[in-house]
């Protein structure tokens, strides 16, 4: 039972750091397109680690040619940025949830997008794995069914 209450308010405190995020003045924060992965509070209710993934390279494409500089000082600026936000976004973490303790809060990078990526580009090299988007899968499919088809008009 007491796992239920911790997953509800898991979810709970994600929703809401979701919408405070959306409100957050600083530009390192509200200029990127931040996504809240997960959240995990302590049974006491003394942390919160909030698992966070940024949208990489948005539009900005000299970020490739120097080796990920530009995007390392994003990630960094993002970090700082949410770290100097931590009060406001706990306050108004408390202001919204009726919580007997509001946790502190500990934002971590979740990488897992990009590591699935590069696993899924790596299977693509090796020839195990489809297209990365599953456009090309479905063409493909296409492209067999006309084929049969037109198979059928000829006999």
């Known amino acids: 039972m007491a796992r239920f209450r911790i997953d509800q308010i898991n979810e709970q405190v994600l929703q809401t750091l979701a919408d405070i995020l959306r409100t957050v003045k600083d530009p390192r924060v509200s200029g990127l397109f931040v996504s809240?992965?997960?959240?995990?509070?302590?049974?006491?209710?003394?942390?919160?680690?909030?698992?966070?993934s940024v949208l990489e390279g948005h539009g900005k494409s000299g970020?490739?040619?120097?080796?990920?500089?530009?995007?390392?000082?994003?990630?960094?600026?993002?970090?700082?940025?949410?770290?100097?936000?931590?009060?406001?976004?706990?306050?108004?973490?408390?202001?919204?949830?009726?919580?007997?303790?509001?946790?502190?809060?500990?934002?971590?990078?979740?990488?897992?997008?990009?590591?699935?990526?590069n696993i899924a580009g790596i299977l693509k090299d090796i020839g195990?794995?489809?297209?990365?988007?599953?456009?090309?899968?479905?063409?493909?499919?296409n492209e067999n069914i006309d084929k049969n088809e037109n198979d059928k008009n000829i006999n």
């Open 63 to 117: 970020a490739e040619n120097n080796g990920n500089t530009e995007n390392d000082k994003i990630e960094n600026d993002l970090k700082e940025g949410l770290k100097s936000a931590g009060g406001y976004i706990r306050r108004e973490l408390a202001s919204r949830l009726n919580l007997r303790v509001t946790p502190k809060l500990a934002f971590i990078k979740d990488d897992s997008a990009k590591k699935a990526l």
């Open 128 to 141: 195990l794995g489809g297209s990365l988007d599953g456009d090309n899968e479905n063409n493909n499919n």
């Open 36 to 52: 809240l992965t997960g959240a995990d509070v302590a049974k006491d209710f003394s942390v919160a680690k909030i698992y966070y």
